[in-house]
């Protein structure tokens, strides 16, 4: 099976601008939940998505919005970005067993300017 | 705040010896799972221990859990420099019915040097 694919892999946008990453789960896996990781938070958990229906959200402002698709992949949108939000944002897939045991994405690297 | 916050933050030992990192958490979990993560990539599931079980071993991994104490510890054996790499501890906290989330820590950042 494939694994968990994010694109872009890398990106460069400046301060107001926004960005919509896209995550393909692996095939059969149908919650979806994105976290944004940075050297000074750590890992952050910022929403899961299961059949095109947000689960769960964390702590982050209204600019960080998600939504997913009925083939399950997702895609994660921040407006109005600031120079905090570059980081690295990671993707993960599951199978919604009692386990919860995530795959994850090789992440999209977001710089703002 | 983070529920799996681990201890050391950082970790630098010599090819052949042990690691051992240890996890704290803060509530009741349904299980804890420990993961690594090479520089800048994703994150790699390593092996899960559920509340009801002490110990749990794989290959050169051994995990303990002690739900009294809400702690956890990864035990890396005859490291190599492929072990180097940040690991993260993550238990499963529940938040309705059957729902739950992990909820990482900053993790423990190993260096292997050969």
């Known amino acids: 099976k494939a694994g968990v694919t994010q694109t872009p892999r890398y990106l460069i946008k400046t301060r107001g601008q926004q960005v919509t990453l896209s995550c393909s789960p692996i095939?059969?896996?149908?919650?979806v939940s994105w976290y944004q990781q940075t050297p000074g938070q750590g890992l952050q958990f910022l929403f899961e998505?299961?059949?095109?229906?947000?689960?769960n959200k964390g702590n982050f402002p209204g600019r960080f919005s998600g939504r997913q698709f009925s083939n399950s992949r997702s895609e994660m949108n921040v407006s109005t970005l600031e120079l905090g939000d570059s980081a690295l944002y990671l993707c993960?897939?599951?199978?919604?067993?009692?386990?919860?045991?995530?795959?994850f994405g090789p992440g999209t690297r977001l710089t703002v300017l | 705040s983070q529920q799996g916050e681990e201890d050391p933050q950082a970790l630098s030992i010599q090819e052949g010896e042990n690691a051992t990192m240890n996890c704290s958490y803060k509530?009741?979990?349904?299980?804890l799972q420990w993961y690594r993560q090479n520089s800048g990539r994703g994150l790699v599931h390593l092996i899960l221990?559920?509340?009801?079980?002490r110990e749990k071993h794989s290959g050169r991994l051994r995990v303990t859990l002690d739900t009294s104490k809400k702690s956890s510890s990864l035990l890396i054996t005859a490291s190599r420099a492929a072990d180097t790499a940040s690991y993260f501890c993550?238990?499963?906290?529940?938040?309705?019915?059957?729902?739950?989330?992990?909820?990482f820590g900053k993790g423990t950042k190993l260096s292997v040097k050969p």
């Open positions: 221990i559920r509340s009801n079980e």
């Open positions: 509530t009741s979990i349904n299980n």
């Open positions: 095939s059969g896996h149908r919650s």
């Open positions: 993960a897939s599951r199978l919604l067993d009692r386990d919860n045991e995530q795959f």
């Open positions: 998505y299961f059949s095109e229906t947000q689960r």
């Open positions: 993550a238990p499963l906290i529940y938040y309705g019915g059957s729902q739950g989330n992990l909820i």
